[in-house]
């Protein structure tokens, strides 16, 4: 089976985090500044910053994407768009936008620019994909609620690049698009301070025979952690352009740990020139995912299809770290 190697692409939320993904395999890179980007919380970079990373990342032939993919309000966009004249001038390879409004402004100011659709435009099918294609969008970043098939089907169907999440946590919104953290917590996902409400313990309510069982309150709306090392093959024969490792609020050891092992295994599928489904995966790196960060495990997303309560972890919404054995004392 022919196809060409995707992209792999990991998350930088600073400088260490950076120079972890480039070093251990990364393609490309994507990037907040400090502002109009969905990571708020992390340190980000400034213009100087982001200057010093294109051009380590150009010399090591990696791409810098710079995410501006907040909401913006008609005021903030004529700031949005002097700091991304900053960005485009210290070399950027694409810009990564959730707002239409801004989207047109930046294909009017900027033609050369690529344009990213983020997967908080919440793109799912192809006519979606057919009206970023119009507007002059470069590559969609696709739902993540979508099935292999229905990602290929798209692959098929469109000139645009395809790009999927591959690896990290999921959001219990579709795709993203969360009101609950505005509603519980005060602050917006879509403006880059998610207040996280889905890794909150909530209490089931109404008739119930165990209403005082401990069953009744749990971690009910905290998905696991994405994981497709296994899937790689798989979603590299869908067509995709890129696979997006997610992770901006992650370590640089988790950077490094996870764009590592997505580095080599991606390699291995491709390892004949030609693109192989089956592969051995070493039980050591499986460990290595799980220590690095999970939350009871790992689950494959929608890949294959809805999986219902697998995806969740009810009993704690942070990391686990991996079983060793009780302590007796």
Not at 19 to 38: H, P, Q, S, T
Not at 138 to 149: F, G, I, N, P, Q
Not at 209 to 227: T, V
Request: include cysteine.
């Amino acid at each position: 089976m022919k196809c060409n190697k995707p992209e792999l692409l990991a998350p930088c939320g600073d400088q260490d985090a950076f120079k972890a993904a480039v070093e251990n395999g990364a393609d490309a890179v994507y990037l907040g500044g400090r502002l109009f980007n969905a990571r708020q919380f992390a340190a980000n970079f400034d213009s100087e910053k982001l200057k010093e990373a294109s051009d380590y990342a150009h010399v090591r032939a990696v791409n810098v994407y710079l995410a501006m993919n907040t909401l913006m309000s008609e005021g903030e966009l004529g700031k949005a768009l002097e700091f991304l004249q900053e960005a485009y001038l210290a070399g950027i390879d694409g810009v990564i936008v959730q707002d239409l409004g801004f989207a047109a402004l930046v294909r009017k100011a900027f033609p050369d620019l690529p344009l990213h659709a983020s997967t908080q435009m919440t793109i799912y099918n192809i006519e979606g994909v057919r009206t970023l294609e119009k507007i002059g969008f470069k590559r969609v970043v696709l739902a993540r609620e979508l099935s292999l098939e229905e990602i290929g089907s798209i692959c098929t169907e469109t000139g645009l690049e395809v790009e999927v999440f591959a690896h990290g946590a999921l959001c219990t919104g579709y795709s993203g698009q969360c009101l609950m953290s505005s509603i519980i917590g005060g602050r917006s996902g879509n403006r880059g301070k998610c207040a996280q409400p889905c890794r909150l313990p909530y209490e089931l309510e109404g008739e119930n025979p165990n209403r005082n069982s401990s069953i009744n309150r749990g971690y009910y709306l905290s998905p696991k952690d994405l994981c497709t090392v296994g899937l790689l093959g798989e979603i590299a024969a869908t067509g995709v352009k890129s696979l997006k490792i997610e992770g901006r609020m992650k370590s640089p050891e988790y950077v490094a740990t996870v764009v590592r092992i997505y580095r080599k295994y991606l390699n291995r599928v491709f390892e004949k020139g030609k693109l192989s489904v089956k592969y051995a995966i070493d039980e050591q790196d499986l460990s290595d995912l799980l220590k690095i960060f999970n939350r009871g495990g790992f689950s494959e997303g929608y890949f294959k299809g809805k999986t219902g309560k697998d995806m969740m972890s009810y009993e704690k919404p942070k990391n686990w770290g991996v079983y060793l054995g009780d302590v007796i004392t």
